[in-house]
């Protein structure tokens, strides 16, 4: 019942920006954590950001200075602000959370459907 849904993913040329979110849905009592995670061609997926319920972050060493996660508590949403887009950046990126979902008694991490990005000219 609880679902992520990721928006904002396309095609973008290097040096330019462009900003995912992700929106929690459902019978949710609360959110822990929420992230953002990426997975190229070939490759293994990767944590790319992560923000905390105390709004703490940490970014993954690609792509710091580039990259601002931050959420709307009152939406359960999460965003990714990509700026400086690099071709090494292209690839689907999957949202992710920790939600206690209404009626159990523990957190579950969940993922979203990803949303492709894009670098190229």
């Known amino acids: 019942q609880v679902q992520l849904v990721e928006s904002g993913g396309g095609l973008v040329q290097p040096g330019g920006s462009l900003r995912l979110s992700c929106a929690a849905s459902?019978?949710?009592?609360?959110?822990?954590?929420m992230g953002w995670y990426r997975q190229a061609p070939g490759k293994e997926r990767e944590l790319v950001a992560r923000?905390?319920?105390?709004?703490?972050?940490n970014y993954a060493d690609s792509v710091k200075g580039r990259f601002t996660i931050d959420r709307d508590y009152a939406k359960n949403t999460v965003y990714l602000q990509m700026n400086s887009l690099k071709p090494e950046d292209a690839a689907v990126y999957y949202c992710?959370?920790?939600?206690?979902?209404?009626?159990?008694?523990?957190?579950?991490?969940?993922w979203g459907q990803g949303t492709q990005v894009t670098v190229s000219s």
């Open positions: 923000i905390t319920a105390g709004s703490n972050t």
């Open positions: 992710n959370a920790v939600i206690l979902a209404a009626g159990s008694s523990q957190y579950h991490t969940y």
């Open positions: 459902g019978s949710i009592f609360a959110i822990n954590a």
